[in-house]
């Protein structure tokens, strides 16, 4: 038994490093209105077609130092941490998750994964990610995710409603992106969760904020992606989310 865990776990970990090798073509491409299928995976620099062997998980960019084979020129960093990230997420989800419980959270992590990332470099959530998030987040509800259908489209409206009024009320103090971001986790999470997920995110935004103005790095005036703090606010929420409310609710 404990051999066919390890086994699964294994197997989990590889499949997070491939779903994280696709999520660097989407982040990579994504912002700049491309299409994420063609042409094939090619050195951005000098155009050339990577072979297999170049797109090994991690371990093409450990073995060419963090170089292209054909030019040398240097590969950022984001692409194996991304890779890393997304295997060590589904393992860690592995250990509380089963069935399409799992699958679904899987989903989830994924898309928050490269909306973060996308986000911190771009300033931007494209449309097409979080159309995609809503394609797929709708079959999976009708799975066994533990909630009623209901309480899904009540996730949507509880993440992105209070998103949306913030920017009405603030003139385009937030962006469309990442509204349309916490209808997606609300569709995967329901409206607890959700709500959950944005305290943290905004708790972590302010704090982070506050902390930058004070060391002179920001202006008060400044904007700040708020994209990476919803996603560190959803991971939260979906491994500890359900202790956390009842922890809360038993101190009332």
Not at 13 to 26: D, I, K, P, T, W
Not at 45 to 58: A, F, M, Q, Y
Not at 154 to 161: I, N, Q, R, T
Request: proline fraction near 5%; hydrophobic fraction near 50%; glycine fraction near 12%.
């Amino acid at each position: 038994m404990e051999g066919v865990k390890c086994l699964l776990a294994m197997l989990i970990f590889v499949l997070g490093l491939m779903v994280g090798s696709f999520l660097n073509v989407v982040i990579y491409r994504l912002p700049r209105s491309q299409s994420v299928s063609y042409p094939p995976s090619n050195c951005p620099e000098c155009n050339t077609r990577l072979k297999p062997l170049d797109l090994l998980p991690v371990v093409s960019w450990l073995y060419l130092k963090g170089r292209c084979r054909y030019c040398s020129e240097h590969i950022s960093t984001v692409y194996p941490a991304t890779e890393m990230f997304t295997a060590l997420m589904f393992l860690f989800l592995s250990f509380y998750f089963n069935g399409w419980q799992l699958v679904s959270m899987m989903v989830l992590a994924g898309i928050l994964t490269a909306a973060a990332v996308m986000d911190y470099q771009h300033c931007i959530i494209p449309n097409r990610l979080v159309i995609s998030g809503f394609i797929l987040g709708v079959p999976l509800f009708f799975m066994d995710t533990g909630l009623s259908w209901k309480l899904h489209l009540l996730g949507v409206l509880a993440g992105g409603g209070p998103l949306l009024f913030l920017a009405m009320l603030t003139r385009g103090g937030m962006g469309g992106g990442d509204i349309k971001l916490a209808g997606v986790v609300g569709l995967f999470l329901g409206p607890r969760l959700v709500l959950l997920t944005l305290f943290i995110g905004s708790l972590l935004a302010g704090s982070i904020g506050i902390g930058l103005i004070m060391l002179g790095k920001k202006g008060r005036k400044d904007t700040m992606v708020f994209g990476p703090f919803l996603a560190v606010g959803a991971f939260i929420a979906i491994i500890w989310g359900g202790r956390l409310l009842n922890w809360y609710f038993s101190r009332l």
